[in-house]
């Protein structure tokens, strides 16, 4: 541990100021951090300061990184089990730190152990008021908003958590330079309709209304990742989605067969190549679907459908399906966005968007959300 006699433990519970990110329950017995770009942030006057954290896994561990006055100082592997960790020591005490832990990794689906929880804080001095940003952003979308392959050699190929992080990563980059809080609700391979490989149950809007749907198992049940979310507690001024690289990919992956019922699913395309019209239509009611339930949930939001840093195969659908919603409901308040493409200069590991590719979405989006937020 450490010499320091002037730490004090406070579980979560009694540690005054601490500002939660991201989407989760009420409680702070622990706090669990349920997705990508979620975490604590804290103002401390004091020289040194842990954090208790708990993790599981089978397959897909976690990462953290620590942020310390908007810098990014520390990204390390939290192994399974419950400790201590050290995240600054020796500082001058009465110098006002701002500290950040981010979770880096999003919720892995496929893993029923997936668990990240932070219990009690130890510190030698004081915790002050965090502030709250002017303006609130949420982030929905696939492995490219997971951050999927922003970070790590061109070369690497595995699908491992080491290769996903949050702050290399558009959404946080869009957020800080907009001086907004936000969240992020992701999954890499996942559709508006269907995912890459055409199933159809891996699609954001199914899971949309829980607090954290996405996930697997009778612990993450027990700890309330599947009850309803309360959207009045939290409401952005701006919703990101950024889905349809994926469905775009269904049609030219191999059918999916439902383990279960033994249903057959494809995304088709016809004999000259192009899109089979009526899975390209179910798309695209996907889409109108998706928006009406955004804006139940967001009644203020400002709805913008980014798209494009993988190609953009599937734009015309896009700017067909929302120009559909808007006629039908008369709600301006929707637009959609062209994201930069990536190029071989800008690519990362995994063959996805690297960190340049990111900073100019990032850039590009930004300009065109400032003006939105004036309004």
């Not at 979770?103 to 030698?124: E, F, G, N």
Request: proline share 5%; hydrophobic share 35%; net charge negative.
């Amino acid at each position: 541990m450490t010499h320091n006699k002037k730490l004090k433990t406070y579980p979560l519970t009694k540690a005054k100021h601490v500002k939660v990110h991201g989407r989760t329950t009420q409680t702070l017995t622990p706090l669990t951090l349920f997705w990508t770009g979620s975490g604590i942030e804290l103002n401390m006057k004091g020289s040194e300061l842990w954090i208790e954290i708990e993790a599981d896994y089978q397959v897909y561990e976690h990462w953290i990184s620590i942020v310390i006055n908007g810098a990014p100082m520390s990204r390390l592997m939290v192994t399974a089990g419950r400790h201590w960790i050290c995240l600054l020591r020796g500082m001058n005490p009465d110098m006002v730190k701002n500290v950040r832990v981010v979770k880096d990794v999003q919720p892995m689906s496929s893993d029923s152990r997936c668990l990240l929880q932070i219990h009690a804080l130890r510190v030698d001095g004081e915790l002050l008021p965090v502030t709250d940003k002017p303006h609130k952003m949420e982030f929905i979308g696939d492995s490219i908003t997971s951050g999927e392959g922003t970070i790590g050699a061109k070369e690497e190929t595995d699908w491992v958590p080491m290769l996903f992080t949050a702050l290399r990563n558009y959404t946080a980059i869009t957020a800080e330079a907009l001086n907004a809080d936000y969240r992020v609700l992701s999954q890499s391979g996942w559709g508006v309709l269907t995912s890459w490989d055409n199933n159809p149950h891996a699609n954001i809007p199914a899971y949309y209304e829980q607090v954290c749907g996405v996930l697997t198992g009778e612990k993450n049940e027990a700890l309330g990742a599947f009850s309803d979310h309360d959207f009045t507690s939290w409401q952005p001024d701006v919703v990101v989605v950024n889905l349809g690289t994926n469905d775009g990919g269904a049609f030219y992956s191999p059918a999916w067969t439902d383990p279960v019922s033994g249903k057959v699913y494809k995304q088709r395309l016809n004999e000259d190549g192009s899109f089979n019209e009526e899975d390209l239509q179910a798309f695209e009611n996907a889409i109108t679907n998706f928006l009406a339930k955004l804006r139940t949930c967001n009644p203020a939001a400002h709805i913008v459908w980014a798209y494009g840093m993988l190609g953009t195969p599937m734009m015309p659908a896009i700017y067909r399906a929302v120009g559909a919603y808007k006629k039908r409901t008369r709600d301006r308040n929707v637009s959609v966005f062209q994201l930069p493409n990536t190029t071989e200069e800008t690519i990362g590991s995994r063959s996805h968007p690297g960190l340049p590719s990111h900073t100019k979405a990032a850039d590009e989006l930004t300009g065109y959300l400032r003006e939105i937020l004036k309004n």
